[in-house]
């Protein structure tokens, strides 16, 4: 599959830090897929966008469909790039906002006109060109910002949180209607997010940074069910992670023996995915309820400790109050093993 953006050694250092903003990052996003830029809040994400969008100076090299852009201007890379506050105009009307990348191509007339009524079109707000920015909703915004960044047709298109000043609801509504109109327009796409919820659902490949630098990368479902390391596995949302101690290839802990093939003598850590246990009246692991079942949507989840382990277990029982015993069967050969710095 042909490479529509390929980062490679990108380094942004700033006069006022002690250390890089980013420190060799490489990162590919293949023609017509949407590849996440995921990490806490000053891990570089944001950085990176930028450095490709060509507002911040870096070092490196960055390729559009092969066509180096050392030296480009940023109104000349053949990007599309949408911020987080959308960063509409307020005083110019919808068309005239979607326009206004078009204008910046030299396409005006029936042509251009014709541009913006086709994009509103593929964001579901045909017939708003006369309609006034503060009259919108903040969906419908997003969906302007997004319809000014796809007008010009970019090779590919930056997306800087594109959600994140909406509700969780909207923001689910939305993340999935961009991934399918992104699919449908074989659109490239590399956005950039701290939600890991938001990521797994838009993109069809993660890249995960940590302090100016990639840890993992991969498809969604890879990444999540086999983090880089600890700290990988807690920031995608993993609750049952712990510490342990591997001895002769294998680790004593509250669960039962856990193999750990090919890892050598000392510390690691552990992920227990939530499907790996299951409350079961019959199972040989014995814990305490320690906080009665909540509702998470699709069922229940109770905190039990088992041993020094504070295990969080899916149940379909509202019954479990704090303080009762509770028989748990434990799938060990699901536990996922990483490594854990300490």
């Known amino acids: ?47 990176v966008l930028r450095a490709v969008a060509g507002l911040v ?5 960055i390729t559009v469909g092969g066509r180096d852009l050392a030296g480009v201007p940023p109104e000349r890379r053949g990007l599309g790039l949408m911020f987080q ?42 017939g708003f060109e006369r309609r006034r920015i503060a009259s919108l909703s903040g969906g419908e915004q997003q969906r302007v910002a997004l319809a000014r960044a796809l007008a010009p047709e970019p090779a590919v298109l930056l997306l800087d949180e594109p959600l994140g000043s909406l509700d969780r609801a909207l923001r689910d509504d939305l993340a999935r209607d961009l991934r399918r109109l992104c699919n449908e327009l074989g659109q490239s796409v590399l956005t950039v997010t701290h939600d890991q919820h938001e990521a797994l659902t838009m993109a069809g490949a993660v890249v995960l940074l940590r302090r100016g630098q990639v840890v993992q990368a991969g498809n969604p479902g890879e990444v999540w069910r086999r983090p880089a390391d600890a700290e ?100 060990l050969a699901r536990v996922v093993t990483m490594p854990s710095p300490r």
């Open 1 to 47: 599959m042909p490479i529509a953006l390929c980062v490679e050694d990108l380094r942004v250092r700033y006069p006022d830090r002690d250390h890089p903003a980013l420190d060799g990052v490489d990162l590919e996003v293949p023609a017509g897929t949407t590849v996440a830029l995921l990490g806490a809040s000053g891990s570089g994400k944001s950085t």
């Open 57 to 61: 100076a870096c070092e490196g090299r």
């Open 85 to 126: 506050d959308f960063a509409l105009f307020p005083h110019l009307d919808v068309g005239a906002n979607v326009a206004f990348g078009l204008r910046m191509a030299g396409r005006r007339g029936d042509p251009a006109r014709a541009r913006v009524a086709e994009t509103l079109a593929m964001v579901d707000l045909r």
């Open 232 to 331: 990988v596995a807690r920031f995608l949302g993993h609750r049952n992670v712990y510490d342990i101690d591997v001895r002769d290839g294998r680790a004593a802990t509250p669960l039962g023996t856990i193999a750990v093939p090919g890892h050598r003598d000392g510390p690691a850590a552990v992920v227990v995915p939530l499907d790996a246990v299951e409350v079961d009246a019959t199972g040989d692991l014995e814990g305490r309820v320690t906080e009665a079942a909540r509702f998470v949507g699709t069922g229940f989840v109770v905190e039990t400790a088992v041993g020094p382990w504070a295990l969080e277990v899916r149940t379909t029982s509202a019954d479990l109050s704090s303080g009762s015993p509770i028989r748990l069967r434990v799938d």
